[in-house]
């Protein structure tokens, strides 16, 4: 990247990170924060100087998508970050809820974060369903809800994240 190109990367951002998952959004509405996964990419997010808001939502199609249509109609966030629901069971549908609102797709996220976990765990790395894309201009990534993936994912997306918001943007 150019100088003159990299002076237009936006240096503080905010990024909404929506953990999707039963149990968590179970003990949310009953007053306790059991999300681990979300308040290490939140923290991480914060480490670099960024901004963050989390929320947790159960996994329902309906209640994602209205939580990352607000989140992306939200001026003031930059990108959305969700955690959770990738898996293959029955109630993991978070990305059969977001994909169809990617306007573009990032593949190769998903290939290389997979890439990562089989370099660190092997075989298992082939249920990873994560997903990447750009809605209403905005970077959206979806994330398993393994702290060792979100973590893998923290240290591939954010220090691209403001180049790809430039990107989106244009």
């Known amino acids: 990247m150019s100088f003159a190109e990299h002076r237009k990367v936006p240096k503080r951002l905010v990024v909404a990170v929506l953990v999707v998952s039963d149990k968590r959004a ?12 979300g308040k290490i990419f939140e923290e991480r997010i914060r480490e670099i100087g960024h901004m963050a808001i989390r929320k947790i939502v159960p996994d329902d199609p309906k209640k994602i998508r209205g939580a990352v249509r607000r989140f992306i109609a939200d001026k003031k966030i930059d990108a959305v970050i969700t955690t959770g ?3 293959i069971a029955k109630r993991d549908v ?5 994909r169809p609102m990617f306007e573009k797709e990032l593949p190769g996220f998903g290939e290389i974060l997979r890439r990562m976990g089989y370099e660190k765990v ?3 790395a082939l249920l990873t369903r994560a997903a990447a894309g750009i809605v209403k201009r905005k970077p959206v990534f979806c994330l398993p809800g393994a702290p060792n993936a979100v973590e893998a994912a923290a240290g591939l997306i954010l220090p ?3 180049h790809v ?3 989106a943007r244009e």
């Open 165 to 167: 918001v430039k990107h």
């Open 122 to 124: 092997g075989t298992p």
């Open 160 to 162: 691209e994240l403001g």
């Open 26 to 37: 179970a003990a949310a509405r009953e007053g306790r924060d059991e999300d681990l996964s």
């Open 94 to 98: 978070t990305i059969e809820t977001v």
């Open 85 to 87: 629901g990738t898996g």
